[in-house]
């Protein structure tokens, strides 16, 4: 599956940024679809991901202002992205597994999107 992200830009320190990823094909439900990150000079992180059946976690960094949700008709995945913070500036990656159970490792991510860089000023 091919993955596309888009909607990052340059927002403000408490500002609101919603990425979203669009998936080539049909997302069948055992897929785990994530939101990763990576900042400059730092490792590519976790941020969030979402089952396609359901169910979806977070990274502490980001729980109560980030959520992440699905459109199934539409095989997208969004991050909406509330009282943004300058240590959230970072290129934004969405990803994809198949039927994985460990969802904060970006190992077991086999596909990826190309980034979306977001940009956070104080």
């Known amino acids: 599956v091919q993955l596309q992200a888009f909607g990052g830009g340059l927002v403000q320190a408490g500002g609101s940024l919603r990425l979203s990823c669009a998936a080539s094909?049909?997302?069948?439900?055992?897929?785990?679809m994530g939101w990763f990150r990576q900042a400059p000079g730092k490792e590519r992180e976790f941020v969030a991901a979402i089952r396609w059946s359901g169910g979806s976690g977070y990274a502490d960094s980001v729980k109560g202002r980030f959520t992440i949700s699905k459109d199934s008709a539409k095989n997208w995945v969004y991050l909406q992205m509330n009282s943004l913070k300058p240590e959230d500036t970072a290129v934004y990656y969405c990803a994809a597994q198949r039927g994985g159970s460990v969802w904060a490792s970006k190992n077991e991510y086999a596909y990826w999107g190309q980034g979306t860089e977001v940009t956070v000023s104080s």
């Open positions: 094909r049909h997302i069948f439900n055992n897929y785990v």
